[in-house]
């Protein structure tokens, strides 16, 4: 396994919920990721439009490492504001839901 917590491979198998007031708005479980933006990204565009905060569950099954975290909603999927570079005890600190 990696040293970095949060280290990602293309070819790693990612689990993914964006969760809105406990409703699902969108699951995947894919490989293809090359970053934490990707799958931001790819979430939102398979969740399409909600109100409100949502947590988003990141899971790599292959390196066997999770991430939580806390996204408020807009008008259209926002970029992520967080760089990949921080280390995994903040990403889990971000967390409203942890």
Same mark, same amino acid.
């Given at each position: 396994?990696?040293? *970095? ?5 293309? *070819? ?14 969108? &699951?995947? &479980? @894919?490989? *293809? +990721? &090359? ?5 931001? $990204? +790819?979430?939102?565009?398979? #969740? ?6 949502? $947590?988003?569950?990141?899971?790599? @099954? ?5 991430? *939580?975290? #806390?996204?408020?909603? !807009?008008? $259209?999927?926002? $970029?992520?504001?967080? !760089? ?12 409203? +839901?942890?």
């Amino acid at each position: 396994m990696n040293n *970095n917590a949060t280290s990602l491979s293309i *070819n790693d198998l990612i689990f993914a919920t964006l969760e809105v007031g406990g409703k699902t708005m969108a &699951s995947v &479980s @894919k490989t *293809n +990721f &090359s970053s934490i933006d990707d799958i931001v $990204r +790819f979430i939102y565009a398979i #969740a399409g439009r909600f109100m409100g905060l949502a $947590r988003l569950n990141i899971r790599n @099954k292959t390196q066997g490492w999770t991430m *939580n975290l #806390a996204l408020a909603s !807009h008008q $259209r999927a926002p $970029r992520p504001s967080f !760089h990949t570079a921080l280390p995994a005890a903040q990403y889990r600190q971000a967390s409203l +839901f942890s």
